[in-house]
């Protein structure tokens, strides 16, 4: 007996739920609505006088394989193996308890939302990457941008959905523009049973940072000297 018709017109589509039908690569197309877990990315540009010259929002395609092995170390009260913003193996025992953290202050680059300039604007992101290719650094001086400190509204709750908002500005004094071509939530690691990887050696270690999301913009974002970039993630449930 046929399960499939020979002809892939034959199928009806329509029985299938939104998010089997979701496509990736036509994010500006599907209707995305009746997908269960979703994010967007909201960039804002203001110039000095706070007035808005850009604002505009795209999916998110954020988390990472290490956010999915950090989960299941912790659903499944194990270990599992992820990889810090090193490149090392980052071994997490996830009922030994902790925190993960990424409300990081001001100045700070090191956790929390961060942006760089490595990758190709519009390309796929890895599930595997472990960091920014090119992360900009903190700071006032050339190729330098000032980090704003990381903000998270609490969870509400607007009909059928369940979201809430993580969010950061970064402030551009540096004296040129700077373009921003990749965006990261790092998360800061502290408190599990955990044991650093390299070149197979296992060392523990109390805290560590670790990339839980990754996007690349479709297209270059161009922060001109004096402008303000925010960022602003929205992760949403919908029962």
Known sequence: MALVGLNKDELDLSRLPADARYDPKRDNADDLSGVQIKATITFKITDANGTVVKEWTEPAHSLTQNFTLFVYA?????SAELSDTSGYGLSVNGASGGTMAINAPSGNNSYGIVIGSGASAGSTPSPSQSNLVAKIPAGTNSGQIEYGAVSLTGVGVSGQ???????????????ATLTVTEIGIIAYLTGWAMQQIVSGTTSPTSSDYTLIAYDIPSTAISVLNGQTLTITYTFSVTT
């Open 74 to 78: 912790l659903w499944a009260s194990t």
């Open 161 to 175: 959905t369940t979201s809430f908002t993580i969010s950061r500005s970064f402030i551009n004094v540096s004296g």
